[in-house]
């Protein structure tokens, strides 16, 4: 058992052991549709129905969460590689191109495609270093029958049961 603190390498290298789904948290600005690729997505209470993320401080898609006060929780399904990877890259110009959303009852940007999805109200927001963990409040919620797409030790893959 090492004795000294972890380093980030080693942190990572760590956590890419917990196997995860992959999301596209979607929200809304003055522009258009925004969103971003996150795994940081659990579930978090029953009564009421709260979700929560840990959304990156200094992204693009926190102040829209925040300024709409929603946001939407959209589950990738096994063919979504690519968009997971276009919603994660740098550039964020052409996320939504060739993407069709409907407006949830939020106002959030719902992926027609999605397996699932969670459109949700902010209910609360807890900074937590250079993350804040977002707490949505469940107001509707939908699934497909599918195959999910999961992450694990930094690779896509799918669900063989
Ligand atoms: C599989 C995967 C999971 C990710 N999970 C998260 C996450 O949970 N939270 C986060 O803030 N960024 C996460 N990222 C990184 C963001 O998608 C990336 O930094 C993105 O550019 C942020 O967009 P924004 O700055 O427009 O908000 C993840 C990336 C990948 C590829």
New binding site residues.
Partial sequence: MASSLPDIDAFRHVMGHFG?G??V?TSRDEAGP????????ASLSLRPLLVM????D?????PAMRESGAFAVNILARHHQDL??R????D?AD?FADVSVAAGSTGSPILSDALAWLDCRLHAEFPAGD?VVVVGRVEACEAVAGEPLL?YRGR?GGWLP
């Fill in positions: 995860s992959v999301t948290i925004v969103g971003f690729t996150a795994s940081s997505v993320v840990g959304v990156s200094g992204g693009e898609t926190l997971a990877l919603f994660a890259a740098a964020r996320r993350h992450y896509f």
